[in-house]
């Protein structure tokens, strides 16, 4: 089955108010940023998204973030994102935040179907208590607090129940696609990639090269076209298919002579 659409227009256009989306990358890494834009064309609003981070202000889901369709994240990690934080602190955005590993694998257990987990992560502080702000009100006091969560001991230890993510969409980058939608990812572009492919009901791939089928290897495939239903190409000219680097940090230019003084 060829699950290629001709615009990421298409592939989004029936992602409407009020949908869940889940969306792969870590950082500015693997993000599915020609996806996003065509999303932010859409017009569509009060979005729940979950992902690893919001992206930047000026970047990736924080375009989203910036034009007001978002009103909810899951994530383990918002801080490089200053509207992220004033809509979250004036009551705007409501917030879950779960542990890395935990947020992972909800979205792995929602994609083969385990409905919820016990972890250790989290046992005695609020995400296992209760009491973490999703979501603050106009006069600055917690609105809607995270409830307690389920406490279970297995072999003398505790656990804590989490339940399984699953979303009405994913969003997706790949380094190569073929037409059945198997998938290979580029490196650390892995990251969160293929655990939202498996979470989504509908997961729509912008990948950077296309193929045809037969032509990647067996072995090189790290997600099966089994949980794609939607492809585009990531135009390299298209300035949203650009990768940016979240914070890039430089040092300043070494003096020659000190440099050979010290070599010495």
């Not at 690893?52 to 202000?57: A, Q």
Request: charged share 20%; with cysteine.
């Amino acid at each position: 089955m060829d699950k290629t659409v001709p615009s990421a227009a298409r592939a989004v256009g029936d992602i409407g108010d009020g949908a869940s989306i889940a969306a792969g990358g870590f950082g500015l890494c693997g993000i599915p940023s020609v996806l996003i834009g065509a999303l932010l064309d859409s017009g569509a609003r009060g979005l729940s998204v979950v992902s690893n981070n919001c992206g930047v202000d000026d970047w990736g889901l924080g375009l989203l973030l910036a034009a007001g369709r978002i009103s909810r994240v899951t994530a383990s990690y918002v801080g490089e994102n200053k509207e992220f934080a004033r809509q979250y602190l004036s009551g705007e955005l409501e917030l879950e935040l779960t542990p890395q590993g935990t947020l992972a694998e909800r979205l792995r257990a929602g994609g083969v179907g385990v409905p919820a987990f016990y972890t250790p992560a989290g046992v005695g502080t609020q995400v296992a208590e209760g009491g973490l702000p999703w979501r603050y009100g106009p006069d600055g006091q917690v609105a809607v607090a995270s409830p307690p969560g389920e406490l279970r001991t297995f072999d003398d230890r505790a656990y804590v129940l989490e339940r399984a993510i699953t979303t009405d969409f994913a969003l997706v980058r790949a380094a190569r696609a073929d037409r059945h939608g198997n998938l290979v990812f580029h490196a650390s572009a892995r990251n969160f990639n293929p655990l939202v492919a498996m979470a989504g009901r509908t997961t729509i791939v912008e990948a950077e090269e296309l193929v045809e089928p037969g032509e990647l290897d067996p072995d090189e495939i790290h997600l099966p076209g089994v949980f794609v239903q939607r492809i585009i190409v990531a135009a390299a000219g298209d300035p949203r298919a650009a990768k940016r680097v979240e914070r890039r940090t430089v040092s300043a230019p070494r003096d020659p002579a000190t440099a050979t003084a010290t070599a010495l």
